[in-house]
């Protein structure tokens, strides 16, 4: 497999950053590419990402990896208004432990398997949240080592979630930024971090998924089941939290295969989302800076993507770049009031990461760069349900001899 850095263009064959100091991602050629017909019949293999075969660099992982992505693409009506727009949700709780994460392990601890014999070689990852619990439930089911390397703090209900998988914990005390590039450097494992190239290729089919959808409409990916033929072929914008920048370069990497593969008449604008409390990336773009820099975050109930030292955050910055768009921030007053219309309105729980989505599409249409004749696409890219909630109030309780009573009201009210 070879690797190439997206900002010198410097190849190699190893590693995870380019001499430059910049990620690096895999070399794919998808010239040849093309949407292939739905098969009904086919294998588990053929219905998730691994459809996707051709720009893939490993082959299926067994056991619950083959049910990783092929997640549904919800046309959600009802938040159109609020939304300012046409709206979609990609719905990445649908994967198997609950986020998009899952897309990018099933392929990391893939390339582990086949480098080494199960149940001798070992993955690895840093994370104190959903990449920790998708990276253990891969590796559980594959039969492959995993070491998860997590800070001193974490609260221990997580760490209960992880542990459930039974990976190899390991509490760190230092500085948790720092520890992503240092576990590159660890001897005997194959880290799959935030945007290491194998977990970047796994997570590109998110984009692959969407884009399949407004194109064919078969399959499970129905779009909109109004298709015309003159509906377009691709949304006009793509809407996705941002927190290291892995899963916004993946989308970005799909977007350049599709358009080498000239499937697209258009591509899709990209806007990228950060709670203000730590907005780095944001920030950088806000000043038109050419690198993003480190800053000193503060707390956000989006706290699985604040993360104040992006290591893929230059990349982001050129993905919006090279395809328009932007990346903003919102507060975390609209993206509570964003979690809430998702739940009220398309009946999708989400986490408050990928409620930021919503609330930035309101933004952006409220601004004028999204129109409400644009079809948007907002990644929800894990569920809500792992949160602990305050008890709502209670319901008024009446006597069942009363119970015909009020439901006649109820009705006449409606």
């Known amino acids: 497999m070879t690797l190439v850095c997206y900002h010198c263009g410097r190849e190699t064959e190893t590693g995870a950053r380019c001499a430059c100091g910049e990620p690096l991602w ?11 017909e739905s098969d009904e019949s086919s294998n588990p293999p053929e219905s998730g990402l691994w459809r996707y075969g051709e720009l893939l660099p490993t082959e299926p992982l067994p056991g619950v990896g083959l049910a990783a992505g ?31 994460k899952d897309r990018g392990s099933a392929v990391g601890v893939a390339r582990a398997l086949e480098t080494t014999e199960a149940g001798d070689g070992w993955v690895g990852t840093v994370s104190h949240g959903n990449m920790a619990m998708s990276m253990s439930a891969m590796s559980a089911s594959a039969g492959v080592n995993c070491l998860v390397l997590v800070p001193d703090d974490i609260p221990p209900e997580r760490l209960g979630h992880i542990a459930q998988y039974d990976p190899t914990l390991v509490q760190v005390e230092g500085e948790y930024g720092k520890l992503y590039y240092d576990s590159l450097e660890l001897p005997g494992i194959r880290f799959v971090n935030s945007d290491t190239p194998y977990r970047v290729a796994g997570q590109k089919t998110t984009a692959l998924e969407i884009c399949e959808a407004f194109a064919t409409g078969h399959g499970r990916f129905v779009a909109d089941s109004s298709k015309s033929p003159d509906s377009p072929n691709a949304p006009d914008a793509i809407v996705a939290p941002v927190s ?3 899963h916004a370069s993946a989308i970005w990497k799909a977007l350049r295969e599709l358009r080498e593969a000239k499937l697209l008449d258009s591509i899709p604008r990209l806007y990228f989302v950060q709670a203000a409390a730590c907005d780095p990336i944001a920030q950088a773009f806000r000043a038109d800076a050419e690198e993003v820099d480190s800053i000193e975050g503060g707390e956000t109930v989006a706290y699985s993507i604040a993360n104040s030292d ?80 305050a008890p709502p109030t209670a319901p008024q ?18």
Not at 397 to 414: F, G, I, M, N, T
């Open 310 to 389: 992006p290591p893929s955050g230059n990349r982001v910055l050129a993905a919006v770049r090279e395809l328009g768009g932007a990346v903003l921030s919102v507060s975390d007053n609209e993206i509570l009031d964003a979690k809430q219309q998702f739940a009220r309105r398309a009946g999708i729980c989400v986490e408050p990461a990928s409620a930021t989505t919503l609330a930035g599409i309101r933004q952006l249409s409220k601004s004028g760069e999204i129109s409400t004749g644009d079809y948007v696409v907002a990644i929800a890219t894990g569920t809500g349900f792992r949160e602990q909630s």
């Open 26 to 36: 895999l070399k794919t050629d998808a010239s040849d590419f093309s949407w292939t």
């Open 244 to 246: 290291s920048g892995g």
């Open 70 to 100: 092929g997640t549904p693409l919800i046309r959600t009506e009802r938040l159109d208004d609020y939304a300012g727009c046409q709206l979609w949700v990609k719905d990445e709780s649908a994967n198997p432990t609950g986020t998009f």
């Open 397 to 414: 309780s009446v006597p069942l001899a009363d119970l015909e009573k009020r439901v006649r009201s109820l009705v006449s009210d409606a």
